[in-house]
């Protein structure tokens, strides 16, 4: 019995307590209803209950919309297309292109740079990177080897004198097939110096071939055709003309007298039938062996009308091979310091 009436005292006590904590919690709930409730534009409408705004018993999924009884204008204003400015026509035939004037000029200037390059004239007077342009199409200096002035085109298959350039000085076209020597072939090369054309198939020459050369002083035609010889510059120092088919009526009368220059002067393996006079007084080297001579003038080498005139700068003379016994001639070598080589 004390312990009840001890209980009924203190649950007496707790009751107050109790009350109090539940008017706060009420107020609490409240408070986040008001702050935090649903939005009022989502709210049922004003006088309606939520299954009023939501009575999907009367709401018909299935039927159609009466469209022929729209409104057109619920949708917002109507636009009144009266307004328009232009009208609009569709026609059936295509625009006409753009015309080429029209176009952008930025697509011309592509165009022209993809087009090839016209032609270049070289002129044979300019003077050129690699030399003028040969027969068969590239500079000379690409077929052939050009170093400084001299022009290497040996035993490269030439049927022809390539174009030069301006500033050759010497010309070295050897064991090739050139069969004839134009005098254009020569033009303009006012410092060409050498030519050597050994191991051809030369068997003729224009007259003037060599005539605008100032400046030629060796010329090497060994081992070629030639029976003939054209009019050769007086600036000649050294002429090799070994091996060929040269006949005395070929080589010009008096041709090498103003020759003063002249030191070499080779014309054996050849079909001669003299020797070609008169020599220049500078000559050294005279060789004339296996042609047809057959005989000697007192005046070949020395001056019939000056007993005491000595040659003294041709000392080598050969005449072995020839049809000839120089023993029988020997006031035609009296004034030479040393005999000619030959048969006696």
Known sequence: MLKSSAYSRNRAKAAPLFELRMSLMMLALVLAVVFMGPSPNMAAPTGLTNDDAFDLENYIL???MDWENQDVNIYGDSYDYDDLD???EVGTVAPDPPSAASLPTADYHAEELTLPPAPVTLDFKGPGLFGP???LGMPTCLLCVCIG???YCDDIGLDQIPLLPKSTTHFYGR????RHVKNTDFNYLNQLQSIDLTGNQISGMDEDVFRSLPQLHQLLLVDNNLQALPELPVTMKHIDLRNNRLISNGVHSEGFKDMSQLEFLYLSDNKLDYIPVPLPLGLRV???QNNNIQTLQEDTFCNSHDR???RRKL???RLDGNPLNIQLFPQAYICLPRLPVGSH
């Open 175 to 178: 064991f090739n097939n050139i």
């Open 308 to 310: 005491n005139f000595i």
């Open 315 to 317: 000392e080598d003379i």
């Open 62 to 64: 299935n039927s159609e």
């Open 286 to 288: 005279l060789h004339l």
């Open 133 to 135: 342009d040969t027969g």
């Open 149 to 151: 002035g001299s022009v």
């Open 86 to 88: 232009q009208e609009i």
